[in-house]
């Protein structure tokens, strides 16, 4: 397929009569289908004030767009349009590794040049882009006379509901987005309830406001879902909460040392605000808007990382099993139990080991405040070797990936890494796990505010110029930055497998996954760490994973990421027959179709595997079984695959029975229909390989 | 348990009336709980006579028992009993390997010595062992006076059968038991139509007679199967068969070459006659009969060889992908493909590798008259370093299975042995797989007389001097003799896996391990090489396998042996979650037991793997479909085992969807209970461990 960019310029339109209820002549864009139509108007008293509909229903609701300024009057209306524009593109663009190939990236783009209409006269513009799927827009702080750069004390984008949705929403966070998700009527958030969860280690809600991606379902049957692209040099931002009046607002991440939120020299774009809309749930998955709101990659060749599965020294440390520290007397990160896991990993088709507590200092992390300058990156534990693992792993076939726990002192990791990287190229270690537990130092300073946005952007940075790439844990959330930096390969940023080993509150319900898939999955890729086959997880009588063992597998297929962990211990894999689907699954895509799936209940995903055109398919349910119809049409016509069905016994349950499962080996072609019952938090999993001729 | 020999000196009762038909006073022997029954006596003309009886029923009607000697009269009568002892033995002996861990040999054992009544006055005796499971006998030549030695020309022992039994039969080839059996009325045997098979390098039919193991099924139900035990420096026996008499009389195998059929020292002992006797089919299977008519191990320390698992450079010969011979420039037999091999050995729990075709030689065999000193065993084709290979393997925990085919010229052999199994002992291989392929050189020699026996027990002595355990194929028949020579470890004697790649005939049919395990596998272990997952044989357009692959795995459960080959290319088990049962399946047993079965039909047994206390169970039906239940009270009562189930797919047809299974995994205990689908060609298998508490 070749690849292409094509722009045409469009008319303006400019509505005169009858479109929306402001004040002043209308400036409308459709998306190339028609699907959706932004409406851009300036109210009577000159403020900007967008509406968005879809299929000439209302989504949003008239919304006003204003910004406040430390030093500066707040631009708050008597603005006019002096300038605009309307282009059409059609673009084509090829992913390194991920969840197709080729992306289209076909929109409507209109740019509207405002401007105060007296003293101080300043400008800016709105850059809106129409797609089929959804909406977004970004504004353009222009050079002002006189001033060289601003501070933005708030952003202040309404989000005007249509009604009162039901949504699924995690609390507007500053520091963490670990927290299980919400399904409530809009006017029923209440984030500030989810203050002081006792097992994170650094949370600040101070509003009722929603991190983002944030979806809802309207009366309608229609899907939206609210959230942000290419967050640059920016705060992230929040959504607050009107629940009497059915409306969010911008709210953004500040930083309490510095006292704003963002600080940019001129001229700059603020991060895309985006609109997901789609008629059904699957669509919102199927969406490219976010990445396609991305710049293009900063890399032509990105070869020297591969996308894997792996294996790793950390779930033993979540069971109690070892400890990261030297001083416990139980260190995980041993020459030994590395060389075990390198030794099952390349037995088994997986080729990347993650080894956490390999370097000193983690006697001095969670608990302490002082920890600048504790880590150092590159000194082992006596007990580890690293070469000498480095060394047996190439040997098999199996990279690590190295891991460096910041424990939220960003200045000294900007201090060490180039010496940490530098280690890292010397060893042809190609990935790194970064971690951020903890409040981040210096005090006043949150994860997802700006400075810490332009931490986490260096680093990406520094591992484009050392051939790294970065799987970023406490992280700022995923934008789609992964086209511009695909060195961003996975992340963290939601609540993931680790809760289920000591969560107090119970672990992860069924419903986690199936609500993650349609909320942070549109964000881009999770390092989520499926594949635990000990599900009752013997070593930890309070605790257990709440899915079957088929569910598990599944999300190899539903999960989007380029590394894929099998997180459980190799003794709980031995024996398992059903290990042979972690053995066999791809981790990069031709091609992704959701077959089908409801936020919340359940989902069914299809995945193409590059080069070998195996296709896998995944699906999982929340805590009520469900039986669903999988129509094999997306395969080709003209061949005949070899299915490995890996399925919920008939009698699987995720409270009592999880590890009960069924394998079938058949044949379907692009006829075949079947149906499966997914057990209560369960699922079910397929391989498909071409018979060969 | 310990170990315990007892012996109790019993009254030897003589009948006086109405015992059997004889006219003399007869001798009864009991079995410990009366079940088998032998009565002895000479007839009219003082030719000795014997009769048995099942729980009051005639299973041998009176036999006799005579002898033909070169340069001497024959024993055909006119005999005397001289004297006479019974006693019980209560005997508990320990397997190193096999089947159970704790063998009883349990038995009553008269000794009669007869005498002739006139010149030469020749004595010798016979000892009858009634068993509860079957009744078993032999002869011993005294020293006589003059004479040193005898040369026989024929022993001639009668099994006079009592009806027209159904017969699972092989002809009686002097050269190879690889015949496909057949299912007939015993006055319906014609062996001398299985004559000049096309696909058998040797093969020679003399006689309507059949080879043992042989079984029957009486009109009441009973199971009988006839053979021999401990053959030593004696010729084989077949047992012609006269299909209007409705009896059978001992034939054996002889020497063009020399002129005789037994020649040897006195004094000595025939091998017993054995004739295992049960209610069900099943029984046979469980009865340790034959292995208990051997002596005691000549070893007391057998711990340098280690049951195992293994793959090898083989079937793709079959498949005609490589071949033996460089000459053909597809040698299978390279450095890498064994080291590709041990990789995949080495990941999956599989601790053996056979490489055929390593040594120069193979462009001179199969075809060649002339093969005496073609193999040497000691000298590689230049592509494969066989230090090498052996140094790879070591690190990654697979030992070589050393490959020496003789091509039936055993004098060759012989003289190279020492050279041979002394290179094997310096790199550290302790076993050899053997091959008599052809017509045996000498001329006139056929591998199941004498001479050969004498061949194959040499090479059995040696492999205990040089540590060296021995897998011969196209062997003489096992008679357990592994009671003695614990490194007899397994052997063909059958028509193995590998017809179904080539056979004109169109394969195994799906009976044939049906019938084998009632037949061939009553001798002691076979080396079948299960393990087909290809059953279509891509390479092979006109050959498949007619069995599922369910079938394929039952048989790791099902067939005896300590060595058991996973044979097929490592391609095919790749994406297979079925293989899972191959990693974890055992290979040694504490305990067997036969849940059920009908010879020719289906059987299902259930075993308990030494050490790890894990119990595995197998299924396999023929043509038909067939339902079974399994109640799992052979568990132990206290626990619970997780189950890994893998049965026939809905669909699965050994014709038409071979490759169609599914798994499934659940738990169960000893109160379980379960109805199987042995889908027509099909099967299951099921592991069985522990839950760990």
Known sequence: MKIFVRFFPLLLVFCILGCSSVDTPAHILHSPAKFTTIEFALDEHGVPVYTVFFKGDTIIRPSQMQFEFKDQPAMRGNMKVVDGSIERVEDNWEMPWGEKRYVENIYN????????????????????????????????????????????????????????????????????????????????????????????????????????????????????????????????????????????????????????????????????????????????????????????????????????????????????????????????????????????????????????????????????????????????????????????????????????????????????????????????????????????????????????????????????????????????????????????????????????????DGGNPPEHLPIVVFTRMLAGPIDFTPGVFDISLKQKPDNKVNTTIAHQLALYVVINSPIQMACDLVENYEGHPAFQFIRDVGVTWDDTRVLGGEVGDYVIIARQERETGAWFVGGITDEEERSVRVHFDFLPVSRSYNAVIYRDGDEAHYRDNPTDYTIENTVVDSQSERDFVMRPGGGFAISLNPVSK
């Not at 513009?125 to 601003?150: C, E, K, P, T």
């Not at 006292?259 to 919102?284: C, D, E, H, M, N």
């Open 109 to 504: 783009e209109m740019v509207l040049d405002l401007m105060e209409r007296q003293s101080p006269r300043r400008s800016f513009s709105i850059h809106f882009r129409a797609y089929d799927d959804g909406v977004a827009f970004r504004y353009q702080f222009n050079d002002q006379r006189l001033v060289d750069s601003v501070i933005i004390l708030e952003e202040r984008t309404d989000f005007n509901l249509k009604g009162d949705h039901t949504v699924w929403w995690i609390p507007g966070d500053w520091d963490i987005y670990e927290h299980l998700y919400s399904t409530t009527l809009f006017s029923e958030i209440d984030a500030t309830t989810k203050r002081d969860h006792p097992n994170l280690a650094a949370t600040f809600i101070p509003y009722n406001a929603v991190n983002t991606p944030v979806t809802m379902k309207t009366e309608n049957g229609l899907y939206l879902s609210f959230h942000e692209a290419n967050l640059t040099d920016y705060a992230g931002m929040t959504l607050a909460v009107d629940t009497s009046g059915m409306a969010m607002h911008s709210l953004l991440v500040g930083s309490d040392r510095l006292g704003y939120k963002v600080k940019r020299a001129l001229p700059f774009y603020t991060p895309w605000r985006t609109i997901q809309i789609s008629k059904t749930a699957a669509g919102l998955i199927e969406s490219d808007l976010i990445v396609n709101l991305n710049e293009p990659s900063k890399v032509d060749d990105i070869s020297w990382f591969v996308p894997k599965k792996y294996m790793g020294i950390w779930w033993e440390m979540h069971l109690d099993i070892s400890s990261w520290d030297l001083a416990s007397g139980r260190h995980g990160a041993t020459t030994d139990n590395a060389m075990n896991f390198i030794d099952f990993a390349s037995a088994n088709n997986i080729t990347g080991l993650l080894v956490e507590g390999w370097n000193t200092g983690w006697e001095r992390w969670i608990g302490f405040d002082d920890r600048e300058g504790v880590f150092d990156f590159i000194t082992p534990y006596p007990d580890y070797d690293l070469s000498r693992v480095v060394a047996y792993g190439k040997d098999k076939g199996v990279e690590l990936i190295m891991h460096h726990e910041t424990s939220a002192a960003p200045r000294t990791y900007d201090q060490q890494i180039d010496t940490a990287f530098a280690l890292m190229q010397s060893l042809g270690i190609h990935s790194v796990k970064t971690g951020y537990v903890g409040k981040i130092i210096p005090k006043g300073e949150y994860h997802h505010g700006q400075w810490m946005v332009n931490h986490y952007r260096r680093v990406l940075d520094k591992g484009l110029q050392y051939n790294i790439a970065i799987n970023a844990h406490e992280p700022i959330k995923a934008t789609g930055l992964r086209r511009t930096y695909p060195n961003a390969i996975s992340r963290e940023g939601l609540r993931g497998q680790e809760f289920n080993a000591w969560a107090s």
